[in-house]
């Protein structure tokens, strides 16, 4: 079973930066995709970014392209998210989230991190 620990949130102003970690630790299955999702208060979960296994493939959401950017570390088993140019609609719970093999931007993960809460204020 595969545990992930999310951590990196805070209270920050708008324009400011945030980096978010997401540390995986039990059975990887041979590879893992990560990913980060976030909800708002009162709406759905929402994708955010996926890495494939590798690295080498990289996706976002269209509400974060340019501002966000995702990175991983084979080494610590770890996937970061780096968040620049924060705006207040970026509050949100933020999770990660991984799954074997095959990246989606749907919330088909297998395993779940307990959340991070970024709130962005005005």
């Known amino acids: 079973q595969v545990q992930l620990v999310e951590s990196g949130g805070g209270l920050v102003q708008a324009g400011s930066s945030v980096r978010l970690s997401c540390v995986a630790s039990?059975?990887?299955?041979?590879?893992?995709?990560m990913a980060w999702f976030r909800q708002a208060p009162g709406k759905e979960r929402e994708f955010v970014t996926f890495?494939?296994?590798?690295?080498?493939?990289?996706q976002y959401a269209d509400s974060v392209k340019g501002r966000f950017t995702i990175s991983r570390d084979s080494t610590k088993n770890a996937a970061y998210l780096q968040m620049d140019s924060l705006k207040p609609e970026d509050t949100a719970v933020y999770y990660c989230a991984a799954r074997r093999l095959i990246p989606t931007t749907t919330d088909r993960y297998d395993f779940w991190g307990q959340g991070t809460q970024v709130t962005v204020s005005s």
């Open positions: 890495i494939s296994v590798n690295g080498g493939v990289m």
């Open positions: 039990g059975g990887t299955f041979g590879g893992i995709v």
